[in-house]
C-alpha cells in the first residue's frame, strides 16, 4: 500500500444561505488517496463536487476539516505549488500564445527563461501540441484549448492534479479522443488524480476509484474500485464488469436525485 | 454581395462615401442653397484652407493651440482617469465616494461649467485644458473601471491557483485584460476632448480651432468657419487613426478590429 498523498479529514464547506440561515454545500468529506492514484468524483449536478475541488487547491476556505498533502496540513494559497488546477473552461488567457500560457504558472519562479520555456515546451509536446507553440487560444479548437490547459497544469510538475469536467464542453467525439489522451498522459506522468466529472462512463474509464457524491448537501455516498486492467482502451467499455459497475453507479445516482426530489429539481 | 465586405473594397467603400458626401454637399451648396453667405462649396473650403496653410500661414498658431490644449487635457484624463478607475474597482470605499460625482459630473454638460472655471482659472490654458479634462475624463474613468470588474473570475482563480502574486496577477490577467475597454473608452474621450476644446475656446480665447470658428460664425465668414470645422473633423479621424494601431499593436491576439 502506498503511502497517502492526499488526505482530506471532515472536509465540510458552508455558505450563508439567501435567508441567513447557513447553506451547507458539502460536508463529512473523508478520503484518502494514494500517490500516483486516479480518483473521479462523480454525483448529480449541484452536490459540490466542484467547490469541493476549489477547497481542497485553496481557492476557497474550508468551513471545517484539513486538507494534508504529503503530511503537511494546507492552508489558503500561500503554501508551495503543490497542486494543478485544470479549469472546466480552459480560462487561457486569449492575449498569450499556447507557449506563454503554459509559461505562466512558471515565471517568476527562480527559473531561468529558457528552462521554464524548456519545460514548456516539454508538456506541450506531451498533450499532443508541438508545433502550436505559437499559436493564440482563439486559433485553437476546444479540445486543444484543453490541452493547454492540462499542459499548463503539468508544467508546474505539481503532486496532484485537480481536473474540474474539464471535457465537459467538448463534443462526444472529441471527449472520447481526450479521455483516451489522457489516459496516456496520465500512465506517462503518474500523477495523482482527482477528477470531477457527471459522466460514469467517464470516471469508469479513467479511473482506479471512483467515489460517489450524494446530492446536496454533497457527502461520500459510497466508494468503488474500478476492477478492470490498465493499459486501458475504449474496447473496455464493453467490458462486463466495466457495464456492471457502470449500472450500479447510475442506480445510485439515480437514487440521489429522487431522493432530491426529482430530476426537474436538479 | 460578400466580396463588398472584403478588404480592398472596403477601403474603396469608405472613399465612395467620402466622395459622395463631398458631391452633394457641392451640388447643395452651389444649386440649391446658391448663397456663400450661408453654404460655400468644398471647393471653396479648400480653397480657403490652401490659403491658410500655405499663403498667409494664419491657420498654424490656431492649430497648435488647440492641439496644445487637446493633447494636455486629454494626457491628464489618462493619467487621472486609469488609476483612480482601478482604484474604484479594488476598493468599495473608493468607489463609494467616487461614484456620485462621476454620474453627476459625467452627465452635467459641461459648457455650464465653462464661464466659472474661466472665471476660476482665468483665460489662460488652465481653463481650457480643465474644460477637455472634465470632457475626457469621465470616459476613460468610467472604461477603466469597468474594465477591470469584468475581467472573467476564472483569470483570477487561474492566478490564484498557480499561486501568482498580487503584482503578478495585476500585471499579468487583470491589466491584459481591461486594455480593450480602456482603449474603447480613450477613443469615446477623443470626440469629448475636441468638444471640449471648441467649448473652451468659445470663451475668452485668442487662439485655436474653436475661436476661429466661432469668430468666423460671427463674422458670416462661410469658408473661414468651415475650414475650422474640417480641421477639427481630420484632428478626430488622426485620433482615430493613432488609437487604432496602438490597438492593434497591444491586443495582437485579435484578429480583426472594427475599422
Given at each position: 500500500m502506498a503511502p497517502s498523498i492526499l488526505e482530506l479529514k471532515n472536509l465540510s464547506r458552508e455558505v450563508k444561505g439567501r435567508n441567513g440561515e447557513p447553506f451547507v454545500i458539502f460536508r463529512d468529506i473523508n478520503l484518502s488517496v494514494r500517490d500516483g492514484e486516479f480518483v473521479s468524483i462523480v454525483g448529480p449536478s449541484g452536490c459540490g463536487k466542484t467547490t469541493m475541488l476549489r477547497v481542497i487547491n485553496g481557492l476557497i476556505p474550508p468551513s471545517t476539516g484539513q486538507i494534508?498533502?504529503?503530511?503537511?496540513?494546507?492552508?489558503?494559497t500561500g503554501g508551495d505549488l503543490l497542486m494543478g488546477f485544470v479549469f472546466q473552461g480552459a480560462a487561457l488567457l486569449p492575449w498569450r500564445t499556447s507557449l506563454n500560457n503554459v509559461?505562466?504558472?512558471?515565471?517568476?519562479?527562480?527559473?531561468?527563461?529558457?528552462?521554464?520555456?524548456d519545460l514548456a515546451r516539454k508538456y506541450l509536446d506531451l498533450v499532443g501540441l508541438?508545433?502550436?507553440?505559437?499559436?493564440?487560444?482563439?486559433?485553437?479548437?476546444?479540445?486543444?484549448?484543453?490541452?493547454?490547459?492540462?499542459?499548463?497544469?503539468?508544467?508546474?510538475?505539481?503532486?496532484?492534479?485537480?481536473?474540474?469536467?474539464?471535457?465537459?464542453?467538448?463534443?462526444?467525439?472529441?471527449?472520447?479522443?481526450?479521455?483516451?489522451?489522457?489516459?496516456?498522459?496520465?500512465?506517462?506522468?503518474?500523477?495523482?488524480?482527482?477528477?470531477?466529472?457527471?459522466?460514469?462512463?467517464?470516471?469508469?474509464?479513467?479511473?482506479?476509484?471512483?467515489?460517489?457524491?450524494?446530492?446536496?448537501?454533497?457527502?461520500?455516498?459510497?466508494?468503488?474500485?474500478?476492477?478492470?486492467?490498465?493499459?486501458?482502451?475504449?474496447?473496455?467499455?464493453?467490458?462486463?464488469?466495466?457495464?456492471?459497475?457502470?449500472?450500479?453507479?447510475?442506480?445510485?445516482?439515480?437514487?440521489?436525485?429522487?431522493?432530491?426530489?426529482?430530476?426537474?429539481?436538479? | 454581395m460578400v466580396k463588398f465586405y472584403c478588404g480592398n473594397s472596403r477601403a474603396i467603400n469608405k472613399v465612395l462615401s467620402i466622395l459622395c458626401g463631398l458631391v452633394l454637399w457641392h451640388y447643395l451648396a452651389t444649386v440649391i442653397v446658391a448663397d456663400t453667405a450661408f453654404l460655400v462649396s468644398p471647393l471653396a473650403v479648400v480653397s480657403k484652407a490652401y490659403e491658410m496653410l500655405f499663403l498667409t500661414g494664419e491657420l498654424y498658431p490656431h492649430l497648435f493651440a488647440s492641439s496644445w490644449v487637446f493633447l494636455y487635457g486629454y494626457l491628464l484624463s489618462i493619467v487621472v482617469g486609469v488609476p483612480l478607475g482601478f482604484l474604484m474597482a479594488f476598493s468599495p470605499a473608493v468607489r463609494d465616494y467616487v461614484h456620485p460625482w462621476m454620474t453627476t459630473l459625467y452627465t452635467t454638460p459641461r459648457i455650464a461649467f465653462a464661464p466659472v472655471l474661466l472665471l476660476w482659472l482665468g483665460i489662460g490654458a488652465g481653463s481650457k485644458v480643465a474644460i477637455v479634462f472634465l470632457g475626457c475624463v469621465f470616459p476613460i474613468l468610467i472604461n477603466s473601471y469597468y474594465g477591470m470588474r469584468v475581467v472573467d473570475r476564472e483569470f483570477v482563480e487561474l492566478a490564484r491557483s498557480l499561486r501568482l502574486t498580487r503584482l503578478a496577477l495585476?500585471?499579468?490577467?487583470?491589466?491584459?485584460?481591461?486594455?480593450?475597454?480602456?482603449?474603447?473608452?480613450?477613443?469615446?474621450?477623443?470626440?469629448?476632448?475636441?468638444?471640449?476644446?471648441?467649448?473652451?475656446?468659445?470663451?475668452?480665447?485668442?487662439?485655436?480651432?474653436?475661436?476661429?470658428?466661432?469668430?468666423?460664425?460671427?463674422?458670416?465668414?462661410?469658408?473661414?468657419?468651415?475650414?475650422?470645422v474640417t480641421a477639427f473633423g481630420l484632428m478626430g479621424i488622426i485620433g482615430f487613426e493613432i488609437l487604432r494601431k496602438i490597438e492593434d499593436l497591444a491586443t495582437p491576439w485579435k484578429t480583426s478590429h472594427p475599422r
Open positions: 494534508v498533502v504529503d503530511g503537511r496540513e494546507q492552508s489558503g509559461l505562466l504558472g512558471l515565471e517568476g519562479r527562480g527559473k531561468n527563461p529558457s528552462e521554464a520555456r508541438a508545433g502550436f507553440e505559437q499559436h493564440y487560444p482563439h486559433e485553437l479548437s476546444g479540445g486543444m484549448q484543453q490541452r493547454v490547459n492540462l499542459a499548463r497544469a503539468l508544467a508546474i510538475e505539481p503532486k496532484i492534479l485537480l481536473m474540474d469536467e474539464p471535457f465537459a464542453a467538448l463534443d462526444a467525439q472529441t471527449r472520447s479522443f481526450m479521455q483516451l489522451e489522457l489516459l496516456r498522459i496520465w500512465s506517462q506522468t503518474k500523477k495523482t488524480v482527482i477528477f470531477v466529472t457527471h459522466m460514469i462512463a467517464e470516471a469508469i474509464l479513467l479511473s482506479d476509484r471512483v467515489v460517489v457524491f450524494s446530492h446536496r448537501p454533497g457527502t461520500i455516498r459510497e466508494e468503488f474500485r474500478v476492477p478492470l486492467p490498465r493499459p486501458r482502451d475504449m474496447e473496455v467499455k464493453s467490458d462486463r464488469r466495466f457495464v456492471d459497475l457502470e449500472n450500479t453507479l447510475w442506480k445510485l445516482i439515480e437514487e440521489e436525485v429522487k431522493a432530491a426530489g426529482g430530476f426537474a429539481r436538479l | 495585476f500585471r499579468k490577467i487583470l491589466l491584459p485584460a481591461s486594455l480593450p475597454f480602456i482603449l474603447s473608452g480613450l477613443r469615446l474621450a477623443l470626440g469629448r476632448g475636441l468638444t471640449g476644446v471648441a467649448i473652451a475656446e468659445w470663451f475668452g480665447a485668442t487662439a485655436g480651432l474653436g475661436y476661429l470658428v466661432y469668430f468666423a460664425g460671427q463674422t458670416l465668414n462661410v469658408p473661414v468657419l468651415f475650414v475650422g
